[in-house]
Structure formats: structure tokens, C-alpha cells
């Protein structure tokens, strides 16, 4: 059974930190890319970062760039997304992806919410 479990979460003031975890199972997850997304309420839900399959190259929206960093450990069949200088347009529910050619998996998914 294909599982992708996000947390990490929560509430943060503006400049803040957060990181991200999503714990894989019920897949080869190393052979997977890994992405990061997010929505926000009333909009589409928009790629983040991404992270290839053994970690080589990674992917960034330009409003992260700089803040954000995708990484993942494959013998703990992770990813993380460490999110420094967090500001308030960064306040959505961020959602882990799996893909590998037609394979597609989603996470539930972890609230971040950024305010003072």
C-alpha cells in the first residue's frame, strides 16, 4: 500500500524556519522523483521544489529560491523541505509527490502558516 506521510507543519512568524518530512512506504522510493507542492485557499496548486531520484539536481519556483532547500535520504525513504526565512504568502497546505513514469502518488499533506 502506497503511503506519503507529511509533517512538520505548523504555525511560524514571518522570518521564521519550518521543515518538512515526508515518509515514503509501499514503493521503490528511490527510484522516484520527489516534489514539493503547495495551495493555497482559492488557488491552484503549484510546484515548490523538486528532487531527482538519487539527489543530483533539485528544482525551485522562483518565490523560494534562496529560502527553501529539497534534500532526501533514501535509506530512510525521506525528503524534507527545510524552509528558512519564512514569510506570509508562504501560508498554504504543502503536499509531497511521488513520480516515476506513470506512477503518480500524493500525500495528505501539512498545513504551514505563516503570521505573527
Known amino acids: 500500500q502506497v503511503q506519503l506521510v507529511e509533517s512538520g507543519g505548523g504555525l511560524v512568524q514571518p522570518g521564521g524556519s519550518l521543515r518538512l518530512s515526508c515518509a515514503a512506504s509501499g514503493f521503490t522510493f528511490s527510484v522516484y522523483a520527489m516534489s514539493w507542492y503547495r495551495q493555497a485557499p482559492g488557488q491552484e496548486r503549484e510546484l515548490v521544489a523538486a528532487?531527482?531520484?538519487?539527489?543530483?539536481?533539485?528544482n525551485y519556483a522562483d518565490a523560494v529560491k534562496g529560502r527553501f532547500t529539497v534534500s532526501r535520504d533514501n535509506a530512510k525513504k525521506t525528503v524534507y523541505l527545510q524552509m528558512n526565512s519564512l514569510k506570509p504568502e508562504d501560508t498554504a497546505g504543502y503536499y509531497c509527490?511521488?513520480?516515476?513514469?506513470?506512477?503518480?502518488?500524493w500525500g495528505q499533506g501539512t498545513q504551514v502558516t505563516v503570521s505573527s
Open positions: 509527490n511521488a513520480r516515476y513514469g506513470v506512477n503518480d502518488h
Open positions: 528532487i531527482t531520484s538519487a539527489g543530483g539536481s533539485t
